[in-house]
């Protein structure tokens, strides 16, 4: 190995760590694309509107109070195949289409009853609209029900019950 071309690494090395925090100074959360969905915008609001529909913030919390609309976002997109991300798209848009012509209003600007009323109107319908029902419920369901705020705030679950006292005089 060269040490000159060592040296000459290091050196190089050490500048670029040392003009890193001038150089990352202007960076935001926003402005960073730190989130790339596979949805639009008007597929994320009618998912979240779905997700309010299953599980609506009521005398306790509700899945948009604990960010599970953001969750299903992240699982479609990291954890499913293409074939379901198209399905759960193609599905979405279904939803949006049925409350135009039913209501005259998008699905997320509907009351929770009507946005009810599809979703059950959905569960008879084709298989291919009976799997997104059952997979968008279960889905959302694990994602309320696994959250900080339910399992910890609500339920005050503890993951070890019991504390350990060691050295106790008996």
């Known amino acids: 190995m060269n040490r000159r071309k060592s040296i000459k690494h290091l050196a190089t090395l050490s500048a670029g760590l040392i003009s890193l925090p001038?150089?990352?100074?202007?960076?935001?959360?926003?402005t960073l694309n730190y989130n790339a969905s596979v949805f639009s915008s008007s597929e994320q609001e009618i998912l979240a509107a779905v997700v309010d529909a299953i599980i609506p913030a009521g005398d306790s919390i509700g899945a948009l109070t604990v960010g599970v609309d953001k969750f299903l976002e992240k699982l479609f997109a990291q954890c499913y195949e293409v074939a379901t991300q198209e399905n759960v798209k193609r599905q979405?848009?279904?939803?949006?289409?049925?409350?135009?012509?039913?209501y005259g209003k998008s699905y997320s600007s509907a009351d929770i009853l009507q946005r009810q009323a599809l979703l059950l109107k959905?569960?008879?319908?084709?298989?291919?609209?009976?799997?997104?029902?059952?997979?968008?419920?279960?889905?959302?369901?694990?994602?309320y029900s696994t959250s900080k705020e339910v399992m910890g705030d609500h339920l005050k679950y503890k993951v070890i019950p019991g504390h350990y006292k060691g050295c106790v005089e008996i």
């Open 22 to 30: 001038a150089w990352a100074n202007g960076w935001r959360i926003e």
């Open 92 to 102: 979405l848009n279904n939803l949006e289409n049925q409350a135009l012509s039913e």
């Open 122 to 143: 959905m569960a008879e319908d084709e298989p291919d609209k009976k799997d997104f029902l059952k997979l968008i419920k279960s889905e959302t369901i694990r994602g």
